[in-house]
Structures are given as C-alpha cells and as structure tokens.
C-alpha cells in the first residue's frame, strides 16, 4: 500500500520553485507519486514517476526522504496511505511525456505551494521541504550542471 513520490523542484539564487501536476480523477494539483514496481528502488520508482507524471528528468535527493499520510478517494471510499517523497532536483523538463495527455503541470514558488496543493495532507510534507530548503538548495547546487565558461575574447 506505501506509496513513494517525487517533490520536483528547481532553484535559483535563494528561490525555490515545486512543480504539481494534475491529478487524473480531479484534476487537483498534487505531486507525482506511485506504487514501487517488484525489484524497484525508491530512486527509481521516484525518477519513472517523474518521467512518467511530469515530464521530468533529474537528481533524487536521497538523504532528504519525507514521510507523510495521505488521503486517496477510492471506488471504495477514501483511504489512507503511506507516501515516502523525495525531492527531485529538476535538470530536464520535457515537452513529451506519458501522460501529458491526462494531466497539467505548473511550477510554483515555494512560498505560494501551500495555496497551490490541493490536499491539505501536502502542507505538512510542504512544510518539511521549506524547513530542509538550505540543505536541499545545498545539494541541488551540488549536482547543477555548470555553465560553460564564455570564450575568451579574441585580442
């Protein structure tokens, strides 16, 4: 029943931006999330969900897991399950993905991601990630891709 997600997001300078995605049943914004495939990690159920939600290609943050409850309507009724999210530095965004034809994305400022989720089960997880946010734009820094050097003026 545990589920593993994905909190994708980019930095620059101090700001720091999530992208949600549509859900498919109500078209909330949520983040990607899914069920482990059998002999699946974590890292890489996190990076298929992100390819496969969001169009997104990147770094998962391993040493920042955060667990939260979450609630999920069912034909059965609402249930509540175990979601273990990663942040997902964002390094590509694709314009073709899986499933873009059942769902939107839209990046917010961290700032602005608690009225822009949905669920209020997110704002706790939302809450960790801004209480992490030096250590997470730390590591993103870490892995960004350096710019290339301009070259050098002819004399």
């Not at 620059?12 to 078209?27: H, K, Y």
């Not at 002999?39 to 955060?66: W, Y």
Request: aromatic fraction near 8%.
């Amino acid at each position: 029943m545990h589920r593993v997600g994905i909190i994708p997001f980019d930095t620059r300078d101090s700001a720091v931006a999530i992208l949600f995605v549509t859900s498919q049943t109500r078209g909330r914004w949520i983040l990607p999330k899914g069920r482990m495939k059998p002999n699946e990690t974590h890292v890489e159920t996190c990076l298929r969900e992100g390819f496969e939600e969001a169009g997104v290609k990147g770094v998962v943050l391993e040493d920042f897991p955060i667990t939260v409850v979450v609630t999920k309507q069912t034909p059965a009724g609402k249930v509540r399950i175990p979601v273990t999210y990663y942040p997902l530095f964002v390094t590509e965004q694709v314009d073709d993905w899986p499933e873009m034809e059942r769902r939107q994305r839209h990046w917010a400022l961290l700032e602005d991601a608690p009225r822009v989720a949905y669920r209020e089960d997110l704002l706790p997880l939302i809450k960790q990630f801004d209480d992490l946010r030096s250590w997470i734009i730390e590591a993103a820094d870490r892995h960004r891709s350096p710019q290339p050097e301009a070259p050098m003026p002819a004399r």
